[in-house]
Nanobody
Framework: EVQVVESGGGLVQAGGSLRLSCTAS????????VCWFRQRPGREPEGVSG????????HYADSVKGRFTISRDNAKNTVYLQMDNLKDEDTAVYYC???????????????????WGQGTQVTVSS
């Protein structure tokens, strides 16, 4: 099946770290821009971070700059989101999206991207 699958979510204490993975199956990830989005309880989806396919350039939402790091390993068909110094407000379902023409944290709309995963829950406890 052609899809992207998120993993790595869980329960962590405030100040802790998690690493999320977004793994593609059924297609080659190399030529796709990948973004992470999240949806906090009772709120609209929002962008978190993105990485391009061409030069690996990255971008982040202001709320996670300096705490989250996105990276990709094309050999493993996987994009990672390293999340450090987690805060209560980071509690959300995290989704990854992939698109041949790239993606943007400013556009958290699953209908416009080629692939959108099922999400992984991240819960930060204080």
């Amino acid at each position: 099946e052609v899809q992207v699958v998120e993993s790595g979510g869980g329960l962590v204490q405030a100040g802790g770290s998690l690493r999320l993975s977004c793994t593609a199956s059924g297609f080659t990830f190399d030529n796709y821009g990948v973004c992470w989005f999240r949806q906090r309880p009772g709120r609209e989806p929002e962008g978190v971070s993105g990485i391009s396919s061409s030069d690996g350039s990255t971008h982040y939402a202001d709320s996670v700059k300096g705490r989250f790091t996105i990276s990709r390993d094309n050999a493993k068909n996987t994009v990672y989101l390293q999340m450090d110094n987690l805060k209560d407000e980071d509690t959300a379902v995290y989704y990854c999206a992939a698109d041949r023409f790239g993606c943007s944290v400013l556009v958290p709309n699953q209908n416009i991207y080629d692939y959108w995963g099922q999400g992984t829950q991240v819960t930060v406890s204080s």
